[in-house]
């Protein structure tokens, strides 16, 4: 199987709802999760 078969869409900011953000942005303050695992949990780029 080739790498890019396994593509993930990225999306762009405008596509997160609020309540999706804060979500994240509160399991990473809490230490939950580091930001390199919230990106990688939720298939975001940043």
């Not at 593509?7 to 309540?19: A, C």
């Not at 953000?21 to 949990?41: F, R």
Request: hydrophobic share 25%; net charge positive; charged share 35%.
């Amino acid at each position: 199987m080739e790498k890019g078969a396994e593509k993930k869409s990225k999306r762009s900011q405008r596509d997160y709802s609020l309540g999706f953000k804060l979500q994240v942005v509160t399991e990473v303050e809490s230490g939950d999760l580091t930001y390199k695992q919230a990106q990688k949990k939720y298939g975001i780029q940043g």
